[in-house]
């Protein structure tokens, strides 16, 4: 499941806060940073179809 979350929302603030990200858009996978910036797509169909995500629950929050 990909969630999109609205920066200037409070959910998107208080990411932005924890993370800190340098750029937007911010992604997590399970609630961990995963990236910010130029999404590197490969890397994220890497980790999600190695199975280092369980598939019933994966998301993904871009703020």
């Not at 130029?38 to 703020?63: F, Q």
Request: charged share 15%; hydrophobic share 50%; aromatic share 4%.
């Amino acid at each position: 499941m990909v969630r999109v979350v609205e920066l200037e929302s409070t959910e998107g603030a208080l990411l932005v806060a924890q993370h800190r990200p340098a750029m937007n858009p911010l992604v997590l996978v399970d609630g961990a940073y995963f990236s910010s910036g130029r999404l590197p797509r490969k890397k994220l169909v890497k980790l999600l179809t190695a199975g280092a995500v369980p598939s019933a629950s994966t998301s993904a929050v871009s703020v």
